[in-house]
Structure formats: C-alpha cells, structure tokens
Nanobody, 115 residues
Framework: VQLVESGGGLVQPGGSLRLSCAAS????????LRWFRQAPGKERELVAG????????NYVDSVKGRFTISRDNAKNTMYLQMNSLKPEDTAVYYC?????????WGQGTQVTVSS
C-alpha cells in the first residue's frame, strides 16, 4: 500500500498550488479520501474529504471557497486545488484513505505560504 503526495512548495500569499496523491496497492475506488494538514506546534487538522464516487465533498470552514478536493478513480489519484493561499495555510499536507477500518497515510508534502 502506498500513498504518495506531490505538488507542495513555496508560494506567495494569494498564490495557488495543486497537490496530488497517487495511490497503489488497495481498492482505491472504495475508499473515502481526505486531506489533512499539520502546522508546527499544532494538531493535525482535517482539511477536506471526498466520498468514494466523488459525489460528496466537505471542507473545514477556513478553506471553503478557496480549496477544491477531487479524485480520479481511473488514475488512482486524489487532488487538492488550493487558491488564494494565506500564510496560515502553511503546513505539511497529508493524504489519507479510509474504509472499513483500513486507514492509510501518505508521507506528507510541505506547503509554505510566505512573501
């Protein structure tokens, strides 16, 4: 089982990034997928989630209207489009796959929003 995030980096406030999470080794299309983030000194926070079919999504209030979660079950990949980034979005972003007590994590990708 592997979840590999990519797309993080340094961006100026107001900028955009697109994170990807490539999965392998499990039945991707059956799983609920989520993005979490953890800033230094803070607890890991759920940012967004998407149902197995992609028909339902949810977001933490602080990112609503700025972030969009999506998935491509044919490519076993999940995405997080992040627009209008703010310094408070700075964190390590993790992808997570969950289904029937199976819970998998990626290694994380750093997102830094700074001028």
């Amino acid at each position: 089982v592997q979840l590999v995030e990519s797309g993080g980096g340094l961006v100026q406030p107001g900028g955009s990034l697109r994170l990807s999470c490539a999965a392998s080794g499990f039945s991707f299309s059956s799983f609920l997928l989520r993005w979490f983030r953890q800033a230094p000194g803070k607890e890991r926070e759920l940012v967004a989630g998407i149902s197995s079919t992609g028909g339902s999504t949810n977001y933490v209030d602080s990112v609503k209207g700025r972030f969009t979660i999506s998935r491509d079950n044919a490519k076993n990949t999940m995405y997080l489009q992040m627009n209008s980034l703010k310094p408070e979005d700075t964190a390590v972003y993790y992808c997570n796959a969950y289904w029937r007590q199976q819970n998998y994590w990626g290694q994380g990708t750093q997102v830094t929003v700074s001028s």
